[in-house]
């Protein structure tokens, strides 16, 4: 049986990773969804470490990794779900570098959108505290997602502009500002 995903275990994660890493580096890793609210103190645990790199060779013992620390580990980033939004590359808030790995949370304005739009109640949750936290401003969330173009959600056939702009609204017109 798996274990949740606590931040001592996103801790053992990363020394993991960077352990079994390439000789050759150096990587970057990058913690999405459930691995943020951990590490940032927002929740206890979460279900699995949902993880992101562009250069793949960092995850080749990944399969060791996930068993030797009974762990659910599934790669994933937020523009699978929603439209990316502009200057998401530069958005990455750093965490630790270990070894040749540097860990860092996935662009919080695009978790913010994939939240919003995925909706569910611990996503809505999280979505609170990456404004509450600060990670997230949020006159620049909602200038973002409206600056998304119309294009950008040809692939996105669940989605339509007007229900991502309706979801954001609604999400940003029941958080009381800071």
């Known amino acids: 049986m798996r ?12 020394r993991e990773l960077a352990r079994r890493a390439p000789a050759r580096g150096p990587f970057r890793v990058y913690f999405v969804g459930g691995g943020t609210a951990v590490h940032a103190g927002w929740r206890e645990s979460t279900i699995d470490a949902d993880l992101y790199s562009d250069t793949e060779a960092v995850f080749r013992d990944v399969q060791l990794v996930k068993e030797d620390l009974a762990l659910n580990i599934e790669f994933a980033r937020p523009e699978y779900f929603v439209p990316p939004l ?19 949370h996935y662009d919080p304005y695009t978790q913010l959108l994939s939240k919003v739009v995925r909706g569910f109640r611990r996503d809505l949750d999280d979505a609170r505290m990456f404004l509450e936290s600060g990670m997230v401003d949020r006159g620049q969330f909602r200038s973002l997602v409206h600056a998304i173009p119309s294009s950008a959600y040809a692939k996105y056939p669940a989605l339509s502009r007007e229900s991502v702009i309706e979801a954001v609204t609604a999400f940003l017109d029941s958080v009381a500002p800071s």
């Open 86 to 104: 502009a200057g998401s590359d530069r958005r990455h808030v750093f965490v630790k570098t270990i070894g040749a790995v540097s860990f860092y």
């Open 3 to 14: 274990r949740r995903l606590t931040r001592e275990g996103l801790e053992s994660l990363m």
